[in-house]
């Protein structure tokens, strides 16, 4: 009885309604949050969440409000399915209306992967520059850098989510420990102390003597946040010393170790690729007359050492470039002293293919099932 209580409401249109309904609401509440909050933490709180929280004012605690991307998503997906399989089943007549189900189910679970895999960062080029690597738009990380190899350089890179929690770490790949003593999200560095200041309490390094004004976190999608940490290094003997690492810094700081070289830097998350891209001409096209953008292109060169690929690639908007599993768009284009500089946005997103997949799929189911009653009606007028 109860089983057939719950594969009944899992079945019924009006779940169907109700999930639709709130899914309207959702999206207009966190359309309306990004205003105060901002895209990320709006898309986080709203969307790729089961719950809606809510903090309760002066107890740290957070409550469920309302029901979370995730969840109707989800519950999406289940009425979608068990709807389906309860009212036609695997019936030759019903081929239309099983496609059109897959491609909304496809579609659903298509946006979930989208949300949990997809990542963005940007590549900024000069005309002549060559990287192999990107730069994500909104997280950082600590990196602890070996450079007694001239020729290599050995990288360890601590995201800044570890970073933020304020404890110690302890890598094989170091021979010492990490102590995160303290850390800000956001924060400006002074030479000087002024009003909220705060003195930074590191033995070596550019950060002694310096002070730094906790900021609030920027929100904006146009903003970008400037955290900093104190950090330790403790070793078998005893700490090493302790480093102001920021983003506003710019720099890495160098020390030794145990007849070793290294570095440390807190700066912007770094995703490296087996081949690299070399700026060689950068258009910026505009109407006569005006400051509207016409076209905006970049010209580069991909060169992949490990197979011997190398050749001329133009990226234009609207025109990506689309190569081991990244999309290449043409982003932003800036005039500079030696150059023009060029922004590539680039995007991992394994999922891009399954809305064209889904829609593709409803489109043909719709086809088909209408095809099905065309058939059976002519069919029926001639009898």
């Known amino acids: 009885m109860l089983l057939s209580r719950v594969v009944k409401f899992f079945c019924s249109l009006r779940l169907t309604v109700v999930c639709l309904a709130l899914a309207l609401v959702l999206v207009f509440a966190g359309t309306l949050a990004q205003v105060n909050i901002g895209l990320y933490a709006a898309q986080a709180k709203y969307f790729r969440s089961l719950f809606v929280l809510w903090p309760v004012p002066g107890t740290g605690l957070k409550l469920p409000v309302y029901p979370g991307g995730y969840l109707i998503g989800g ?43 997809q990542v963005e960062s940007g590549m900024r080029l000069t005309e002549g520059e060559t990287k192999n690597f990107s730069e994500d738009f909104r997280a950082n990380e600590l990196v602890v850098v ?14 800044d989510r570890l970073v933020a929690k304020d404890r110690e770490l302890s890598l094989p790949q170091l021979p010492f420990a990490v102590r995160v003593k303290q850390y800000w999200p956001n924060a400006d560095l002074l030479m000087q102390p002024t009003n909220g200041a705060v003195a930074v309490v590191a033995t070596r390094g550019v950060g002694r003597g310096l002070y730094l004004i906790p900021r609030p976190v920027a929100t904006s999608s146009e903003e970008r946040n400037s955290p900093a940490a104190v950090v330790e290094l403790e070793g078998d003997q005893g700490p090493v010393g302790s480093w102001l690492v920021s983003s ?60 011997g690929e190398d050749r001329e690639v133009l990226i234009r908007m609207n025109a ?15 005039d500079a002293g030696n150059g023009k ?11 891009w293919l399954t809305p064209y997949l889904a829609c593709s799929l409803v489109g043909t189911g719709l086809v088909v099932q209408f095809m099905t009653h065309l058939i059976g009606f002519v069919r029926r007028r001639k009898a």
Not at 149 to 156: I, M, W
């Open 320 to 334: 990506p470039l689309r190569y081991g599993g990244e999309t290449y768009y043409q982003y932003q284009m800036a």
């Open 75 to 117: 519950v999406l997906v289940i009425n979608l399915v068990a709807a389906y399989f309860s009212r036609f089943g695997l019936r030759k007549e019903k081929a239309g209306l099983l496609m059109v189900h897959s491609g909304l189910v496809l579609l659903l679970l298509g946006q979930l992967a989208t949300d949990l895999l």
């Open 341 to 351: 500089v060029s922004t590539l946005q680039v995007v991992h997103n394994p999922g």
């Open 248 to 307: 506003a810094l710019g720099a890495k700081q160098d020390f030794s170790y145990g007849q070793k070289s290294y570095q440390i830097a807190l700066r912007v998350s770094r995703h490296y690729y087996p081949y690299s891209l070399t700026l060689l001409k950068a258009r910026h096209d505009v109407y006569m007359g005006t400051e509207i953008p016409r076209n905006f292109s970049s010209r580069v060169r991909l060169q992949r050492p490990e197979t």
């Open 146 to 159: 070996d450079t007694t190899d001239p020729a290599h350089n050995n990288v360890v890179a601590i995201p």
